[in-house]
């Protein structure tokens, strides 16, 4: 008699695991994530300002550190040499730096992010923070100034004129507007 039983079983079990499947595929085609955006170039660079190759040297420079990345912003001493992670990620890497890009480019609310990528608003800001800096961490020796040399040739006359000694102009105006409903 169990002999009977057990086909129709794992019949039935074969079955809830390909709904589930199913659920789970459709689930991930709703929420944002860069398995997805990869296929299409212009999303990656809509949502963040960068071409897919400039993403995908983004991210290899950033993995290495951004595996073994806290997100707590300080961690006890009793836990110094073990790995600081804590609870288990909800989003791989890829996510992460794509929702930390997306929130740099767009500013979007973190209840939004949390919504797209399908976490909790806690967990946004955390990945956010720890994201920024980690980036911070990888990239503060690189020179972003241009040498005075490249500055005096590409200055425009005006402000050869008026400004010889001018090293670098930062325009800091942030403008909100409404975005309307139905664009």
């Keep these: 008699m169990s002999s009977c039983l057990l086909p129709r079983t794992s019949k039935r079990l074969d079955q809830a695991l390909e709904e589930l499947q199913l659920t789970k595929d459709a689930l991930d085609r709703c929420r944002l ?3 997805l955006m990869k296929i299409d170039e212009g999303k990656i660079l809509f949502y963040t300002g ?7 040297q983004l991210l290899e420079m950033i993995k290495p550190a951004a595996k073994f990345m806290s997100y707590a912003t300080d ?3 009793d836990f110094a040499g073990q790995d600081p992670r804590g609870r288990p990620r909800v989003l791989c890497v890829e996510d992460e730096l ?4 997306i929130k740099l480019r767009h500013d979007f609310p973190e209840s939004d992010l949390a919504v797209r990528f399908g976490v909790g608003q806690s967990t946004v800001s955390r990945i956010f923070s ?4 980690c980036m911070y961490f990888t990239f503060k020796d690189i020179n972003i ?12 006359d005006a402000f050869k004129d008026k400004y010889p000694s001018t090293r670098v102009v930062i325009d800091a105006t942030e403008f909100r507007i409404e975005k309307p409903a139905n664009p």
């Design 75 to 77: 961690v006890p001493e």
């Design 98 to 101: 794509l929702m930390t890009l």
């Design 50 to 56: 960068l071409s897919a190759s400039a993403f995908s």
């Design 130 to 133: 720890a994201y920024v800096r």
């Design 145 to 156: 100034w241009p040498s005075r040399n490249m500055i005096d040739r590409f200055m425009p």
């Design 33 to 35: 994530n860069y398995k």
